[in-house]
C-alpha cells in the first residue's frame, strides 16, 4: 500500500477512535471493513501497529481504558486545548472525506486559500532546525521585492492566508504568498527562550501587531440579537465575554489591542454592530464608516457603471 494510502488509513483509525471512543476493537474492527470494503480486515496484531503509527506520526496515544471498557485518545482534554493537533485530526479527517467523496466533488465547495503553501515545508523545517531563511519578498508597499535573511519564529493562519512571524531588522510578519523565493542558509539563530507564539498573539485579533492609536485596553461592542447569535459560537476573540443578553442587543467585552485587522472586521459587520468604548475607536470607525457612504454616493452619480467585460 502507498504511504498515502496507508496515512489515510492512520487518519481514518484516530478520528473513529477520537470521536466514536471508549469503542471496543470488536467495533473498531466492524466498522473498519464496512468503510474500506469486504475482505479489508483489521486484525489486533495491525490494530497495534496502527495505535503506534498514530503516536509517532501525530504524537496522539491510543489506549485502553478499563473503567471505561473500550479504547480512548488518552489526554482527550489536552489534545482539544491544543489548537495543533487537534487541528491536524480535523485537517487530515477532512481531507480524508472529501478523498472518499469524489462522486460529490461539485457539491463540496471549499474555500480558496491563496498560493504560499509550497512554503510551509521550507519554513517548518526551518523553525525545527533553527536556521535563518534566505527571502526574496515583495511587499504591497515596496515597487520591487527585496531579498534578504529572516528567523522563522513561527506560522500562522489567519482568513484563508498563511503568514509567517520572523525576525529580520526586527520581528515582523510576512505573509506566505508574497514570497518569491526561499531557501535555507547555513546560519544558525537561537529563538528566545521566553517566546511562545500564542502569548504574542493573544493581545491582537489577528496578525497585526500593532496601532498607533491603542494600547491593549478593554473594548466593549453592543450587538444586535442576530449577529450575537454569531459571535456565541464563533468569538471574535477568546477574552470575549457577554456581559449584556435581552431580545434586542447584547454587550460583549474584550481585552486587546483594537489594531487595522480588528477594525476592519467591525467594519464589514456593518450596523449590526456599535462601539461603546474605547471613545477613540468608535470616533475613528464612525469617520471611516461616513468616507465609505461619501465614496458610494459619488460612485452612484450618472447612469451607473456599464461592464465592459461581463457580457452574457
Same mark, same amino acid.
Not at 521550507?122 to 535563518?132: G, H, K, L
Not at 462601539?275 to 459619488?298: F, G, H, Q, Y
Given at each position: $500500500?502507498?504511504?498515502?494510502?496507508?496515512?489515510?488509513?492512520? =487518519? #481514518?483509525?484516530?478520528?473513529?477512535?477520537?470521536? /466514536?471512543?471508549?469503542?471496543?476493537?470488536?467495533?473498531?474492527?466492524?466498522?473498519?471493513?464496512?468503510?474500506?470494503?469486504?475482505?479489508?480486515?483489521?486484525? +489486533? /496484531?495491525?490494530?497495534?501497529?496502527?495505535?503506534?503509527?498514530?503516536?509517532?506520526?501525530?504524537?496522539?496515544?491510543?489506549?485502553?481504558?478499563?473503567?471505561?471498557?473500550?479504547?480512548? @485518545?488518552?489526554?482527550?482534554?489536552?489534545?482539544?486545548?491544543?489548537?495543533?493537533?487537534? #487541528?491536524?485530526?480535523?485537517?487530515?479527517?477532512?481531507?480524508?472525506?472529501? %478523498?472518499?467523496?469524489?462522486?460529490?466533488?461539485?457539491?463540496?465547495?471549499?474555500?480558496?486559500? *491563496?498560493?504560499?503553501?509550497? %512554503?510551509? &515545508?521550507?519554513?517548518?523545517?526551518?523553525?525545527?532546525?533553527? =536556521?535563518?531563511?534566505? $527571502?526574496?519578498?515583495?511587499?504591497? %508597499?515596496?515597487?520591487?521585492?527585496? &531579498?534578504?535573511? @529572516? +528567523?522563522?519564529?513561527?506560522?500562522?493562519?489567519? +482568513?484563508?492566508? #498563511?503568514?509567517?512571524?520572523?525576525?529580520?531588522?526586527?520581528?515582523?510578519?510576512?505573509?506566505?504568498?508574497?514570497?518569491?523565493?526561499?531557501?535555507?542558509?547555513?546560519?544558525?539563530?537561537?529563538? *528566545?527562550?521566553?517566546?511562545?507564539?500564542?502569548?504574542?498573539?493573544?493581545?491582537?485579533?489577528?496578525?497585526?501587531?500593532?496601532?498607533?492609536?491603542?494600547? =491593549? +485596553?478593554?473594548?466593549?461592542?453592543?450587538?444586535?440579537? #442576530?449577529?450575537?447569535?454569531?459571535?456565541?459560537?464563533?468569538?471574535?476573540? %477568546?477574552?470575549?465575554?457577554?456581559?449584556?443578553?435581552?431580545?434586542?442587543?447584547?454587550?460583549?467585552?474584550?481585552?486587546?489591542?483594537?489594531?487595522?485587522?480588528?477594525?476592519?472586521?467591525?467594519?464589514?459587520?456593518?450596523?449590526?454592530?456599535?462601539?461603546?468604548? *474605547? @471613545?477613540?475607536?468608535?470616533?475613528?470607525?464612525?469617520?471611516?464608516?461616513?468616507?465609505?457612504?461619501?465614496?458610494?454616493?459619488?460612485?452612484?452619480?450618472?447612469?451607473?457603471?456599464?461592464?465592459? =467585460?461581463?457580457?452574457?
Amino acid at each position: $500500500m502507498s504511504t498515502a494510502g496507508l496515512i489515510n488509513r492512520y =487518519v #481514518w483509525f484516530v478520528t473513529i477512535i477520537y470521536n /466514536r471512543g471508549p469503542i471496543s476493537l470488536e467495533d473498531i474492527q466492524r466498522r473498519y471493513e464496512s468503510h474500506f470494503g469486504r475482505g479489508e480486515e483489521l486484525s +489486533e /496484531r495491525q490494530f497495534h501497529r496502527y495505535t503506534d503509527a498514530v503516536e509517532e506520526l501525530f504524537d496522539i496515544e491510543i489506549k485502553y481504558s478499563r473503567t471505561q471498557r473500550g479504547y480512548i @485518545v488518552a489526554d482527550r482534554e489536552g489534545i482539544d486545548n491544543m489548537g495543533m493537533r487537534k #487541528w491536524l485530526i480535523q485537517t487530515f479527517s477532512v481531507n480524508n472525506i472529501l %478523498h472518499e467523496s469524489q462522486d460529490l466533488k461539485n457539491r463540496i465547495l471549499l474555500e480558496n486559500v *491563496p498560493s504560499g503553501q509550497q %512554503h510551509l &515545508t521550507t519554513i517548518v523545517d526551518a523553525m525545527r532546525e533553527s =536556521v535563518a531563511l534566505s $527571502m526574496t519578498y515583495h511587499s504591497f %508597499h515596496r515597487e520591487e521585492p527585496s &531579498t534578504f535573511e @529572516v +528567523e522563522p519564529y513561527c506560522v500562522k493562519l489567519f +482568513e484563508q492566508r #498563511w503568514y509567517m512571524l520572523g525576525m529580520s531588522d526586527k520581528l515582523r510578519i510576512y505573509a506566505l504568498d508574497r514570497i518569491k523565493a526561499l531557501e535555507p542558509t547555513e546560519r544558525k539563530f537561537k529563538l *528566545p527562550k521566553k517566546f511562545d507564539a500564542t502569548k504574542f498573539f493573544e493581545d491582537y485579533y489577528g496578525i497585526i501587531i500593532s496601532d498607533d492609536d491603542f494600547e =491593549v +485596553e478593554p473594548v466593549a461592542l453592543k450587538v444586535d440579537s #442576530w449577529q450575537s447569535k454569531y459571535l456565541r459560537t464563533l468569538p471574535l476573540h %477568546h477574552s470575549q465575554v457577554e456581559v449584556v443578553r435581552n431580545d434586542e442587543y447584547s454587550i460583549f467585552e474584550y481585552r486587546l489591542c483594537p489594531s487595522f485587522d480588528f477594525k476592519q472586521k467591525l467594519l464589514s459587520m456593518g450596523d449590526s454592530v456599535g462601539v461603546l468604548a *474605547p @471613545v477613540l475607536l468608535k470616533d475613528i470607525l464612525r469617520k471611516k464608516a461616513e468616507t465609505t457612504a461619501n465614496n458610494n454616493a459619488s460612485a452612484g452619480m450618472g447612469s451607473g457603471y456599464h461592464f465592459k =467585460v461581463y457580457k452574457k
